[in-house]
């Protein structure tokens, strides 16, 4: 469902590749408060989400303009190891010449490693682009930040199904070991009406990955958990404040 114009807006209006290490140090964490958890999901206890809010969201367009489509974008905070959530999602496409919104999170001058790969397997990167945290931002994706092809690896698809009783106006997945949130999977036009369910695509590392889920709603509400994602994960079923985790 759409966003309406009486959404709260923030204050300010495959492959190897996927798989790799971004940066050898681990932030340390801090306690997440006043969440309502995930039904069935460890609380989360990672530094990324313990300031979530709408006013730390910045909205950010994606441009394409590498003269093919665009079929999966990934936007993991600088200094993560793992890339996270796929901001496409597998439920849509990004076609040369258009663009897209989504909201990242940001704590000042944020910097964002930025990966797109298009429909052949070709993928571009931006290292270390920075999101200013007072302006609305726009990355331009193009040919010159081609880096060749790579082989997909296995994807796996967290299905979040919304039971809170509310609508989810923002939702993220983001590895446990970074220090931002990363991007609103919803898109900057979109909500998670409350009995609807949205799918959610990583990648499949070799190692078990903590992926903490957090959601907020239009009165302020949190839910939060941890999705362990395994090397045999390829599908995973969240509700969200639901007594029932599958």
Same mark, same amino acid.
């Given at each position: ?99 897209? !919104?989504? %909201? /990242?999170?940001? *704590?000042?001058?944020?910097?964002? #490693?930025?990966? $797109?790969?298009?429909?052949? +397997? !070709?993928? %571009? /990167?931006?290292? *270390?682009?920075?999101?200013?945290? #007072?302006?609305? $931002?726009?990355?331009?994706? +193009?040919?010159?930040? /081609? ?100």
């Amino acid at each position: 469902m759409s966003r309406t114009a009486t959404r709260r807006l923030p204050a300010a209006a495959a492959t190897l590749l996927w798989l790799l290490v971004l940066a050898p140090s681990v932030p340390s964490a801090r306690p997440v408060p006043n969440a309502t958890p995930v039904a069935g999901v460890p609380a989360p206890s990672s530094a990324g989400a313990g300031d979530l809010a709408p006013e730390r969201l910045e909205p950010v367009t994606f441009a394409n303009r590498t003269g093919r489509e665009i079929v999966h974008l990934f936007a993991s905070p600088r200094g993560a190891r793992y890339w996270g959530a796929d901001a496409l999602g597998g439920r849509r496409r990004l076609p040369t010449g258009a663009e897209v !919104d989504f %909201y /990242l999170h940001v *704590d000042g001058l944020s910097s964002y #490693d930025i990966l $797109a790969v298009d429909h052949v +397997g !070709d993928a %571009y /990167l931006l290292w *270390d682009h920075r999101i200013p945290d #007072d302006a609305a $931002a726009r990355v331009e994706i +193009g040919a010159t930040h /081609l880096e060749g092809g790579y082989d997909h690896p296995p994807l796996a698809t967290v299905e979040v199904v919304n039971r809170s009783g509310r609508d989810i106006w923002y939702l993220f997945l983001a590895a446990r070991d970074s220090t931002l949130a990363g991007i609103d999977v919803l898109g900057a036009d979109a909500i998670l009406e409350t009995r609807e369910t949205v799918s959610i695509v990583v990648p499949v590392t070799g190692e078990t990955v903590g992926y903490e889920l957090v959601g907020l709603d239009a009165h302020d509400g949190r839910y939060a958990g941890i999705v362990e994602i395994t090397p045999s994960t390829r599908k995973r079923t969240v509700e969200v404040g639901a007594a029932v985790f599958r």
